[in-house]
T-cell receptor, first 111, second 112 residues
Framework: QKEVEQNSGPLSVPEGAIASLNCTYS??????FFWYRQYSGKSPELIMF????GDKEDGRFTAQLNKASQYVSLLIRDSQPSDSATYLC???????????FGKGTRLSVIA | SQTIHQWPATLVQPVGSPLSLECTVE??????LYWYRQAAGRGLQLLFY??????ISSEVPQNLSASRPQDRQFILSSKKLLLSDSGFYLC???????????FGQGTRLTVV
């Protein structure tokens, strides 16, 4: 069974702090990894993707991938109340097949 | 640029009534298309996906069906809705391969 696991949260961080969101996946052959942000009542929007081991930075967001440990993370620096949302980790385990989504981690940034 | 349209945004239907949700993608050809459902406070459940016209894969057996009559059109249907069909329905597309998915705005369905 192909699975993506996330801590459901809620994860509460103070404004200005670093939020760290984690995700593990079951298929060692997975090739591409995505982070989506979903505000309450809205559809998911893509915020980061990563294909290679290491870190990838985009503004306040950093995605980290460790294929040996089958682990993906998302760091949000200088967290803002507007970052409060559910963050979904998604993994493409085999080409041209549907992404496998985790259940999401709810992040709450406290002003 | 590519855009995905999904309608209606909200829908309230009585139990036993039919359902038709439509999704279209613009600005690309031969996309992979997906229907997901998200129950309140839950994760995304893949319902159907299609890699081409007339090609539908079903992930979860239930009283829903999907069709792809045209390259960039994906329709979710039901002949008789159940209370348990309530949820947030999302259409998505990908280019195929190992690429990301892009979602429509979603349809909030309430079966009463």
């Amino acid at each position: 069974q192909k699975e993506v696991e996330q801590n459901s949260g809620p994860l509460s961080v103070p404004e200005g702090a670093i939020a760290s969101l984690n995700c593990t996946y079951s298929d060692r052959g997975s090739q591409s990894f995505f982070w989506y942000r979903q505000y309450s009542g809205k559809s998911p929007e893509l915020i980061m993707f990563i294909y290679s081991n290491g870190d990838k930075e985009d503004g306040r967001f950093t995605a980290q991938l460790n294929k040996a440990s089958q682990y993906v993370s998302l760091l949000i620096r200088d967290s803002q109340p507007s970052d409060s949302a559910t963050y979904l980790c998604a993994v493409n385990m085999q080409g041209n097949t549907p992404l496998v989504f985790g259940k999401g981690t709810r992040l709450s940034v406290i002003a | 640029s590519q855009t995905i349209h999904q309608w209606p945004a909200t829908l309230v239907q009585p139990v036993g009534s039919p359902l038709s949700l439509e999704c279209t993608v613009e600005g690309t050809s031969n996309p992979n298309l997906y229907w997901y459902r998200q129950a309140a406070g839950r994760g995304l459940q893949l319902l159907f996906y299609s890699v081409g016209i007339g090609q539908i894969s079903s992930e979860v057996p239930q009283n829903l069906s999907a069709s792809r009559p045209q390259d960039r059109q994906f329709i979710l249907s039901s002949k008789k809705l159940l209370l348990s069909d309530s949820g947030f329905y999302l259409c998505a597309w990908t280019r195929g391969g190992y690429t990301e998915a892009f979602f429509g705005q979603g349809t909030r369905l309430t079966v009463v």
